[in-house]
């Protein structure tokens, strides 16, 4: 087997298809975004987004198949996002992979869209470097796990609210940064003092581990409204210390996601972190927790920016690891939104 897996991403506002050999060696890689459709919006609206994966994700999966040089009837598998995210979005990419699948007689083999992000961490190493505790971190997800191994995850802790990116994306749409909020959010912050406003980092009671954001975003709230949450949000160019808001809220953020992190390794006694998601795009996040799990003598590996956000490698990559342990599906195979 020459082990050439097509991947297709199509869970949330990214329509994606690669093909990887061997679950490491990226032979294509493309990537649609949907930003610019949902940006006026200020998030991500489900049946846009199914619409728009609708128009292409044919285009796309050509793409990748002619930028590898590989023709369909040569894959030994096809990989498909078939859970979480939006049901809509999923069963567009499922639909697809299975007709093809069908047609060329070729293993289907479901992928784990979360598992698929620590995957494209895993992807970065030299060496296998499980066990060791995930943080996903994206717009749809903020969660710590224990892995065993690529196959094998066991949830530690999620968010009780919004997930770290969604925060970022109400903390931009309040300072008028537009969408997505991360980078904007993100970009204002390097003009920012991060110490100029103590907002609150949520702890779990008892010393346990876990995130929520959505007491951080209303504070920052409440911040930009002089305390008065019925107040009109002042227009970008008339707040005050807008940079440091963005510099506070972000340093708040990374101080909690590091923080929860480490708290994970001293827990499971592990000493190697992988991170993925949208937010592991943070340049303050990956030098934070560089800098923090240095000092408790723990690794952590992230993605490059472009396999951080959602994409289709990650699928293929790990699409690879299941059609070696034989965890392929029937033609009945559905999309899970959960
Ligand atoms: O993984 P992803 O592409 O999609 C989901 O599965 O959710 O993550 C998108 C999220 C968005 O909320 C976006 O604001 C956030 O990742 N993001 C960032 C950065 N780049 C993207 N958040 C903070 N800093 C960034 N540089
Ligand atoms: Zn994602």
């Known amino acids: 087997m020459s082990e050439l897996v097509l991947g297709i991403e199509s869970s949330c506002d990214e329509t994606a298809a690669a093909v990887v050999r061997g679950g490491r060696e990226v032979l294509s890689s493309v990537v649609h975004s949907q930003i610019a459709e949902h940006a006026v919006y200020g998030g991500v609206v489900p049946e846009i987004a199914g619409r728009s994966h609708l128009k292409k994700i044919l285009p796309v999966v050509d793409a990748a198949l002619e930028q590898a040089s590989i023709d369909l009837d040569e894959l030994d598998g096809i990989a498909v996002t078939q859970r979480p995210g939006l049901i809509g979005s999923l069963l567009v990419g499922v639909s697809v992979a299975k007709s093809l699948a069908f047609t060329r007689q070729t293993p289907l083999i479901p992928v784990h869209h979360i598992e698929a992000h620590v995957y494209a961490a895993s992807m970065e190493c030299e060496e296998a470097p499980y066990p060791c505790i995930a943080l996903v971190v994206s717009g749809g997800h903020t969660a710590l796990y224990r892995a065993e191994s690529a196959l094998e995850m066991t949830l530690i802790a999620s968010t009780l609210d919004d997930a770290a990116g969604e925060a970022f994306d109400k903390v931009s749409w309040l300072l008028g940064c537009g969408y997505p909020g991360g980078p904007a959010v993100s970009a204002l912050a390097r003009d920012g003092d991060p110490s100029s406003i103590r907002f609150p980092r949520y702890l779990p009671r008892d010393g346990g581990i876990g995130f929520s954001f959505s007491g951080l975003k209303t504070a920052v709230l409440y911040h930009l409204r002089g305390g008065d949450a019925l107040a009109p949000t002042p227009a970008p160019e ?101």
């Open 238 to 338: 008339d707040m005050v210390g807008r940079a440091d808001v963005a510099a506070a809220f972000e340093q708040a953020v990374v101080d909690a996601l590091v923080t929860q992190t480490l708290a994970a390794c001293r827990k499971e006694g592990i000493q190697r972190v992988l991170v993925g998601g949208g937010v592991a795009c943070n340049a303050h996040l990956r030098e934070e927790l560089g800098v923090r799990a240095g000092g408790a003598g723990v690794e952590a590996t992230f993605p490059s920016p472009a396999y951080c956000t959602d994409n289709a490698v990650m699928i293929a990559g790990l699409g690879y690891e299941l059609l070696r342990a034989g965890r392929t599906a029937s033609w009945e195979l559905d999309a899970l939104a959960r």
